[in-house]
């Protein structure tokens, strides 16, 4: 196949569908996953692995709330620690499922159709995991209520002014826009398996889920409405909900945070850890269910690479317009924290960071890398890296203030690490539930890519599903 038939007719060349399955095989292949009665060994494997993360890390809260946060190495001058670092990690995860759900929705790029269902599931699970590090970082778990503008029995009311509350604000509407997303685009699924269930129970369960779907022409009509008003409506939280975040940073007095272009480099960055984790993911399932990939295809990572390389090269322009800015304020305290960042006890953090995420995607110019399964996979994870170390540094910015007499080191104790890697073990214990026992894949969704759906909707009018 030559470049010039590539360029001519992308979807003529590259299908967004391998094999050229029909509507009844998509249904087969997608559902048996989710119907097998028979479990895979590496599921039980991975999860006995999560699983004892994710005991370790309630394990590790119950410590804290039972000891106090001493157990961890916050102190003055670094108060804020690895809670929030970790806090702005996952909620930055979880950017990528809202963008190629919704926004990706909205422009009409189909190739979305077989990544949306999972990367979904991740914004979901990647929110749940950032919303207890807050509440952990309050010390007094006991008085989190003050977060929630709620009355309570002492008549007083929550401080509007605390970027704690902007954060409840911000990512609770997040997480209940994305799940409302979710599960409306999960209904005609849902309904797929109750009339292929085989026992009274599963019918039952699917049954309750799919709210009664029967895929006549009206509902349809009002699933497609609503499934737009969500996407019109999550759209714009991909830009609020880290603009909220990057704001707890720059309504500081910290030299380093208080900056105009921390909300879209933080947008940026989030969208670029997002899609990190989505490509990692993504090849994992591939890799354990063979016959997934024929929907999740070379030609949508290769996409989802080129997405990669856009946002590296916006952080990057990031990192280099923050040194720029410091160096033409002729503020020395501005100066001074950015060639500490660089140069300093946490130079290595920086470097690490730097490389990750600027140089190591630049690989992605090409395309013979782009289509390479085993570079992205090595690739995603050292986004993921990369980006963690990104809010580390930016935390550890605090570490050398105004006064030398105050300046400290941050060490992560054993709790610290413990906590983080427990956060993982939630974050792929959820996963892989949702693996086992949720369609991973759109259906309806797919079925409305094929070549032979003649689709009159924007939104999957004509699925095959009489053909369950």
Not at 129 to 141: D, E, S
Not at 177 to 204: C, E, H, M, Q
Not at 398 to 421: C, E, N, Q, V
Not at 437 to 445: G, K, Y
Request: charged fraction near 10%; include cysteine.
């Amino acid at each position: 196949m030559s470049a010039t038939t590539i360029k001519a007719s992308d979807h003529a060349a590259e299908p967004l569908v391998w094999g050229n399955p029909q509507f009844r095989d998509v249904t087969q292949t997608v559902s048996e996953i989710v119907e097998a009665r028979q479990t895979p060994l590496w599921w039980w494997v991975a999860i006995s692995i999560s699983g004892a993360l994710m005991l370790n890390f309630l394990v590790m809260i119950a410590y804290l709330f039972w000891t106090g946060i001493g157990i961890w190495g916050n102190n003055m001058p670094v108060a804020w620690g690895w809670p929030i670092v970790n806090f702005v990690f996952w909620v930055g995860i979880g950017h990528a499922g809202t963008l190629i759900s919704a926004v990706l929705f909205l422009l009409r790029q189909k190739w979305r159709t077989s990544i949306n269902r999972f990367a979904e599931a991740m914004t979901i699970f990647a929110v749940i995991c950032a919303l207890i590090f807050p509440g952990l970082h309050l010390g007094r778990i006991w008085v989190a209520y003050f977060m929630f503008p709620i009355p309570n029995q002492m008549a007083m009311w929550p401080n509007f002014r605390s970027a704690l509350m902007w954060d409840i604000f911000a990512v609770g509407t997040y997480f209940t826009a994305s799940f409302l997303f979710w599960y409306t685009g999960l209904v005609p699924d849902w309904a797929t398996l109750r009339d292929r269930a085989k026992d009274k129970w599963r019918r039952i369960i699917y049954g309750v889920l799919a709210m009664g779907w029967r895929g006549g022409n009206k509902q349809w009509k009002h699933y497609e409405v609503a499934y737009l008003l969500l996407a019109g409506i999550s759209t714009p939280l991909v830009l609020s909900v880290h603009s909220v975040v990057s704001t707890d940073f720059a309504t500081s007095i910290q030299f380093g945070w208080h900056t105009t272009i921390f909300p879209p480099y933080f947008v940026a960055g989030a969208i670029f850890s997002g899609f990190g984790m989505v490509m990692t993911l993504a090849i994992l399932a591939r890799i354990v269910y063979p016959p997934v990939k024929n929907y999740m295809t070379i030609t949508t990572l290769e996409r989802m690479a080129k997405v990669i390389m856009l946002t590296g090269m916006m952080v990057g322009y990031a990192y280099i317009m923050e040194f720029f800015m410091a160096w033409y304020s002729g503020n020395k305290y501005e100066q001074f924290v950015f060639i500490n960042r660089m140069t300093g006890p946490y130079g290595w953090a920086y470097w690490i960071m730097f490389s990750c995420n600027v140089i190591i995607p630049q690989m992605f110019w090409s395309q013979k890398l782009r289509r390479s399964v085993p570079v992205l996979f090595v690739a995603s994870i050292f986004v993921n890296i990369g980006m963690w170390f990104e809010r580390f540094v930016i935390v550890m910015t605090m570490h050398r203030d105004f006064l030398p007499s105050s300046w400290g080191l941050f060490k992560p104790t054993f709790y610290d690490i413990a906590i983080l890697a427990g956060s993982f073990g939630l974050f792929f214990t959820l996963f892989l539930l949702f693996l086992r026992f949720v369609p991973m894949i759109a259906i309806s969704e797919v079925k409305g890519v094929l070549p032979q759906a003649q689709v009159s909707h924007h939104h999957g009018s004509h699925t095959g599903e009489g053909e369950r």
